[in-house]
């Protein structure tokens, strides 16, 4: 299974941005994704992920009401719409693919079996 996301940039506060991930192998309608993002010299953090189905999504506290993640399973693609961008925001953000349906917590990076290279968004002013 391989990702890869897309769609990072310089952006200024207050503004949109839109990241994409497509993934190849496997078969991304059974799999849960997430997005996860670090700043520098900090660990990294969930941000949200979206169910099978696309049915549902789940967010981190910091970014609920900001950010939405969507899926096309057609496509198989994952996305993460983001709005009212923040400083704290700046990071760079990968997406990534649950494929084991096990005990693992579902917000944590372990809970997670396939990784993309991350891409890198930038609040400044």
């Known amino acids: 299974v391989q990702l890869q996301a897309s769609g990072g940039g310089l952006v200024q506060p207050g503004n949109s941005l839109r990241l994409s991930c497509a993934v190849s192998g496997g078969s991304f309608s059974r799999y849960t994704m997430g997005w996860f993002r670090q700043a520098p010299g900090k660990e990294r953090e969930f941000v949200g992920f979206i169910t099978r189905s696309g049915n549902s999504a789940y967010y981190a506290e910091s970014v609920k009401g900001r950010f939405a993640v969507s899926r096309e399973n057609a496509k198989n693609t994952v996305s993460l719409q983001m709005n009212g961008l923040k400083l704290e925001d700046t990071g760079v953000y990968f997406c990534?693919?649950?494929?084991?349906?096990?005990?693992?917590?579902?917000?944590?990076?372990?809970?997670?079996?396939?990784w993309g290279q991350g891409t890198l968004v930038t609040v400044s002013s």
């Open positions: 990534a693919a649950r494929t084991v349906y096990d005990s693992r917590d579902w917000y944590a990076a372990a809970g997670y079996d396939y």
